[in-house]
T-cell receptor, first 113, second 115 residues
């Protein structure tokens, strides 16, 4: 079945540091890929998405590129802020399992001043 | 536009007691999901509705869990009786019908503690 594997946290960074969170997936069909973010005390919200190979999703300075050859969708940000402290979830939804989303375990990111 | 509304936000009960969670999705969203989120893990699907029909309940423990979405709008998830292992966050999400692989909109979740 479909699955998502992402790097374990917590990831602790200083402000303005470069952030990478690795995400790889296994899927049948043609998956769409997502990054969701959960800020403290809030619900999950979509950060960015990509629906086909080589697409790049971007939002709030974050980027992720859909790499079919490596089955990866790594999240990056060039200069993090304290406000980026949150839990980040990689997810996929495959055409073979329409409407069903598979989430990774989440990666907690802590950004210190 | 109001987001997905869940209640209660927090619930503490003793084991073997019943508990119910309520969710009101975004207006016009025909697809509604209930997810279970254990500490340090990602959301896991319990049940998915398309309007009032449960189209995927394969992961719902039907011996103690039940859900309904009678008029295809708001939904209730019930646990009876609750067990210690049910302590978790119960998330509700919705999306417009036909999005397939589109975006999910989540509520803030209902945190259950079973003592």
């Amino acid at each position: 079945g479909d699955s998502v594997t992402q790097m374990e946290g917590p990831v602790t960074l200083s402000e303005e540091a470069f952030l990478t969170i690795n995400c790889t997936y296994t899927a049948t069909g043609y998956p769409s890929l997502f990054w969701y973010v959960q800020y403290p005390g809030e619900g999950l919200q979509l950060l960015l998405k990509a629906t086909k190979a080589d697409d790049k999703g971007s939002n709030k300075g974050f980027e992720a590129t859909y790499r079919k050859e490596t089955t990866s969708f790594h999240l990056e940000k060039g200069s993090v802020q304290v406000s980026d402290s949150a839990v980040y979830f990689c997810a996929l939804s495959s055409t073979d399992s329409w409407g069903k989303f598979q989430f990774g375990a989440g990666t907690q990111v802590v950004v210190t001043p | 536009e109001a987001g997905v509304v869940q209640s209660p936000r927090y619930k503490i009960i003793e084991k073997k007691q019943p508990v119910a969670f309520w969710c009101n999705p975004i207006s016009g969203h025909n697809t509604l999901y209930w997810y279970l989120q254990n500490l340090g893990q990602g959301p896991e699907l319990l049940i998915r509705y398309e309007n009032e029909e449960a189209v995927d309940d394969s992961q719902l423990p039907k011996d103690r869990f039940s859900a309904e979405r009678l008029k295809g709008v708001d939904s209730t998830l019930k646990i009876q009786p609750a067990e210690l292992g049910d302590s978790a966050v119960y998330l509700c999400a919705s999306s417009p019908l036909g999005q397939g692989t589109g975006e999910l909109f989540f509520g803030e979740g209902s945190r259950l503690t079973v003592l």
